[in-house]
């Protein structure tokens, strides 16, 4: 009978063990940290900078790349459009809908170059804040918002298509 009272006591005293109040919790007060991102990227202001061939090569290229998947994206376009639209009221995993599904995901597809870009530049613009060491910023800037523009019109054309189609 002991051993028994003895194994009903050591779930008891874990369970306790977990229920005392620790000392010092962590605060859940805003941080500094925290919303550094709120603001776009787009209202840093301009700064002086250097000029670097390397650089404007690359800032170069990566706006091509941006507009090489709106190429794609735009030539995906017309697919996606015929299928949403056809299978608008169409039960989920119906024919028309699951075609519908496979045009969009290939539509989806073709938009990675875009964002890839957009990543890119934000990627550098973020380097060259941190190190306070300013490059071609007025060709970033500039290459940034085109890359902008195309990913949110991609963004808004695609969401607008994936309304047509009915989710689960």
Not at 53 to 62: E, T, V
């Amino acid at each position: 009978m002991p051993v028994r009272s003895l194994f009903l006591l050591v779930p008891v005293a874990a369970l306790t063990a977990c229920a005392v109040a620790e000392s010092n919790p962590p605060s859940l007060a805003h941080r500094e940290i925290e919303g550094i991102l709120d603001e776009p990227i787009r209202a840093i202001a301009p700064v002086e900078s250097t000029s670097d061939a390397s650089l404007a090569q690359r800032i170069d290229a990566l706006v091509a790349q941006a507009q090489s998947g709106q190429r794609a994206f735009d030539s995906a376009m017309p697919a996606a459009r015929t299928r949403a639209q056809a299978a608008r009221g169409a039960t989920i995993e119906s024919e028309s809908w699951i075609a519908a599904q496979l045009a969009l995901s290939a539509l989806d597809g073709t938009r990675v170059d875009t964002a890839n870009a957009l990543g890119e530049l934000d990627s550098i613009f973020a380097r060259q804040a941190a190190s306070g060491n300013y490059v071609e910023t007025a060709k970033l800037s500039s290459a940034r918002e085109r890359v902008l523009a195309l990913y949110e019109a991609q963004t808004s054309a695609y969401e607008a298509l994936l309304a047509l189609v009915p989710s689960g």
